[in-house]
């Protein structure tokens, strides 16, 4: 049962380097996306998809990019890391577009910018 | 667009005592609720949603939230709590968006500290 799967699980990026957080999930889900979570801000949206195509932003997507070739994958790419950016970041998945029920979490990702 | 508060971000409660964590939203035509939980270095998994239908839900150990419309909010409430409980809780709303999909919207988070 492998559900959402994020890798890595831990990085440490100096200032300016660029990288991708890689997320994929085996339940056929339509709905992706990606939060951040700072303490004290909850879980922020970055970006999200509702289908292999598709993307918008959410409530934060400065500095992120995201693309979606397939249903099972939804990769994370910070293009010039900043200080800022250090966070925990967690991908989750749910069904279709109309749908409202639960959503499916990866165990996260920690990234620290020097 | 949707927000959700959760007024109290640390929650400290003695093992076997009731608990309540509040969370409120901004109004909305259609509002679909959840509870998520998380422990420490792991994801958030959910501990109940409202749809629709009756305004009381509960979980499988032992939490209970009730939708209330007139005051936008969804607390969560536990008679009786166990260290176990002890835990993040993330209330969040789904939102509508105007091309007609749906985003999830969260709170900050209460910490739920147990104490024996």
């Known amino acids: 049962n492998a559900g959402v799967t994020q890798t890595p699980k831990f990085q440490v990026l100096k200032t300016g380097q660029s990288m991708t957080l890689q997320c994929a999930q085996d339940?056929?889900?339509?709905?992706m996306s990606w939060y951040r979570q700072d303490p004290g801000m909850g879980l922020r949206l970055i970006h999200y998809?509702?289908?292999?195509?598709i993307t918008d932003q959410g409530e934060v997507p400065n500095g992120y990019n995201v693309s979606r070739s397939t249903t099972e994958d939804f990769p994370l790419r910070l293009l010039s890391a900043a200080p800022s950016q250090t966070s925990v970041y967690f991908c989750a998945s749910s069904w279709g577009q109309g749908w409202t029920g639960e959503l499916f979490f990866g165990e996260g990702s920690r990234l620290t910018v020097l | 667009a949707q927000s959700v508060t959760q007024l109290d971000s640390q929650v400290p409660v003695f093992e076997e005592a009731p608990v309540e964590l509040r969370c409120n939203y901004s109004s909305s035509v259609s509002v679909y609720l959840f509870w998520y939980v998380q422990y420490p270095n792991q994801g958030l998994q959910l501990l109940l949603k409202?749809?629709?239908?009756?305004?009381l839900v509960e979980s499988i150990n032992g939490f209970e939230a009730e939708f209330n419309k007139s005051q936008t909010s969804f607390h969560l409430r536990k008679p009786s709590v166990h260290i176990s409980d002890t835990a993040e809780y993330f209330c969040?709303?789904?939102?509508?968006?105007?091309?007609?999909?749906?985003?999830?919207?969260f709170g900050t988070g209460t910490r739920l500290k147990v104490l024996a």
């Open positions: 409202y749809l629709s239908g009756s305004t």
């Open positions: 998809s509702v289908g292999a195509g």
């Open positions: 969040a709303v789904s939102d509508r968006t105007t091309s007609g999909t749906y985003k999830y919207i």
């Open positions: 339940m056929n889900h339509e709905y």
